[in-house]
């Protein structure tokens, strides 16, 4: 009887736990991300979208405290754009072809000398590595030097 009594008492101080950690996640994930204003962007990130986007306006920009990230922005034309905290682009989607003026020029190279018939969709980088996703959906993969080391479909 004492066993099952301790038990329980295991079991429900288990739960207990469980379900507080349970809110402190879900309550830290509701703050990680933070909806901002253009103006409110740093001067290098608006600099980047008229130099490289002349078309595009920013629909929707936030503030992100997740790993790498720092911001991410939505132009009107659809792409979608990371930036980390030295406010360097770090990722970028779209619906079409992705600027040939936001790709690292060695990968930009590899892909017009090895897909000439296909364009870039998405690129990001990584702490070790460079990807890139290509419209017939290959993706390659570089190394933080841009030399081509696989390919993944």
């Not at 101080?13 to 991300?33: G, H, M, P, Q, R």
């Not at 892909?111 to 959906?137: A, G, P, T």
Request: with cysteine.
């Amino acid at each position: 009887m004492k066993l099952i009594i301790k038990t329980v008492y295991i079991m429900k101080k288990l739960s207990l736990i469980t379900s507080v950690l349970l809110a402190f996640v879900l309550f830290t994930n509701c703050e990680e991300e933070t909806v901002i204003t253009v103006q409110e962007l740093p001067t290098e990130i608006n600099s980047f979208v008229e130099n490289h986007f002349e078309n595009s306006t920013i629909s929707y920009a936030e503030k992100v405290r997740f790993e790498d990230e720092k911001y991410k922005i939505i132009l009107s034309t659809g792409y979608k754009i990371s930036f980390n905290k030295k406010n360097e682009m770090i990722k970028i989607s779209g619906n079409s072809q992705v600027p040939n003026s936001v790709i690292p020029e060695q990968i930009l190279d590899y892909v017009n000398s090895n897909f000439s018939s296909n364009y870039i969709e998405e690129w990001k980088k990584e702490k070790k590595n460079h990807e890139v996703k290509l419209d017939n959906d290959l993706e390659l993969v570089f190394d933080k030097n841009e030399q081509f080391l696989k390919m993944d479909d």
